[in-house]
């Protein structure tokens, strides 16, 4: 293969250096990002970890209860007692009506347990020391709304594809990953980009896009590991990996280019499990030392 660029392994350190830099630390700012999804999204349903209902409740909205109630059930679940949240989540349900704030003591409770966090000078939470504040939050809950969407959504898309030009322009000096299977993976990150964004939006109208939101997020995020590892491998580890280890049989594999489809899957398959086997032999012992006697001490009480 002839090449008209200087591939990753022959780049002086100092370059090498410039673009490990810049990988770890998008690395680290990804990693970020899923915690800050897990925490935001992830608490939706009020259970943690992610899931369809997490996005739903996002997008769309919970539509069968207000923003407040899910709250209350969520992430604000440790800040009142149950009795108090079940006291304000009652005068919800009962249209929060502002007489009944100050009289059915609500008001004494949002004041006591809320406003600590949720007053005039918190920025980025709304104030909770009149009801003015409280007020859009006893509605239902119809998921973000159009001015949040646009907001975040200009930024993903700005923002991001930054992250994915550089993280792709120092994929393109990798010389392992044929051209074809290149431009696959620094074109997918800006198609899922889109898709991601689009998702959103759609899912807002209709919660069955969460499915789209979940793909889109996935897609992107194979992406980036793909051609983070590639390029951070063939920098500093060309020769224990792609010389001398796994990488090299597939690098036979793919240059093997008289054998037919189904004969280099068949190849692949084999290396596949070559490498696999001890690994599975590794599990199989683990599980049958470890996991087994567990379920079964279980089962038998
Ligand atoms: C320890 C500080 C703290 C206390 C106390 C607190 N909150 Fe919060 N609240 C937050 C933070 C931080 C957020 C933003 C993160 C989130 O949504 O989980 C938030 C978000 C909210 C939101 C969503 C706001 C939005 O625009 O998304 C509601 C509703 C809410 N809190 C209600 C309450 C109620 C009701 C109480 C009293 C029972 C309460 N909070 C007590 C810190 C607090």
Redesign the pocket.
């Known amino acids: 293969m002839t090449q008209k660029y200087t591939p990753l392994k022959d780049h002086d350190t100092p370059i090498k250096v410039l673009f490990t830099g810049y990988l770890c630390t998008v690395g680290v700012g990804y990693l970020f990002a899923l915690i800050q999804i897990l ?2 999204h992830g ?1 939706a349903d009020g259970q943690f970890g992610l899931s369809v209902d997490d996005i739903v409740y996002s997008y769309y909205g919970n539509r069968s209860g207000t ?2 109630e ?3 059930n ?3 679940k440790e ?2 007692p149950e009795q ?2 079940f006291k ?1 989540m009652d005068w919800v349900r009962d249209g929060a009506d502002p007489y009944e704030y100050k009289d059915d003591g609500i008001e004494k ?2 004041q006591e ?6 007053n005039k000078d ?1 920025s ?3 104030d ?1 020391s009149k009801l003015e504040g ?1 007020k859009p ?1 006893t509605t239902q809950d119809t998921g973000a709304t159009f001015a949040s969407l646009t907001r975040v959504s200009h930024i993903h898309l700005f923002g991001i594809s930054f992250i994915f030009m550089f993280v792709g322009l120092i994929f393109s000096f990798s010389e392992t990953t044929t051209t074809q299977y290149k431009c696959i993976a620094i074109g997918m990150p800006y198609a899922f980009l889109i898709a991601d964004i689009m998702s959103w939006w759609l899912t807002k109208i209709d919660p069955i896009f969460a499915w789209l939101v979940i793909f889109a997020g996935m897609g992107m995020g194979i992406s980036f590991m793909f051609m983070w590892v590639t390029s951070i491998l063939e920098m500093w580890l060309y020769k224990p990996i792609f010389v001398n280890g796994l990488g090299s049989r597939y690098l036979e594999w793919r240059d093997n280019g008289e054998a037919s489809i189904p004969d280099r899957l068949l190849a692949l398959i084999k290396v596949l499990i070559l490498e696999v086997k001890p690994a599975m032999q590794f599990i199989k012992a683990q599980w049958l030392a470890r996991v087994w006697p567990l379920i079964e001490s279980k089962l038998k009480k």
């Open positions: 925490f935001t608490m923003m407040l899910q709250k209350l969520g992430s604000m800040n009142a108090e949240r304000i409770i949002v347990r809320c406003v600590m966090c949720h918190a980025g939470l709304p909770f409280l939050y």
